[in-house]
């Protein structure tokens, strides 16, 4: 009987996981939408600044530089966020538990 309630169990995560795989996929599908329909609005942008006859190469170059340092410097920046609240996290779970409950019981006393 414990092995079925297991099954049911691991059934039942398996199914909220699966969810939240597939919800992600659709979100990152979206952004992938969104991003290549900004894609084609700059390209557009470039195309008409720049004919043809001249050097939309070259634009299209420029563009494509002053996007991946733009993203770059965006990724590095969530970086140094998400590393800050992991290491806030962790600075939490490395606080003497003592020392709150010591916090918690000055406060008790002044009420």
């Known amino acids: 009987m414990l092995k079925i309630k297991n099954v049911k169990e691991e059934s039942g995560l398996l199914k909220k996981e699966i969810k939240a795989k597939v919800i992600n ?35 299209k170059f420029a563009y494509a530089l002053g996007i991946t340092i733009f993203l770059v410097m965006i990724t590095i920046y969530l970086a140094k966020v998400m590393a800050g609240k992991a290491s806030g996290n962790e600075a939490d779970s490395e606080k003497d538990p003592s020392e709150e409950n010591k916090k918690d019981d000055n406060i008790k006393e002044q009420k």
């Open 25 to 59: 996929y659709i979100t990152a599908a979206m952004g992938l939408v969104a991003g290549l329909a900004w894609n084609e609005a700059i390209k557009g942008v470039i195309e008409y600044l720049f004919p043809l006859e001249r050097n939309s190469v070259w634009a």
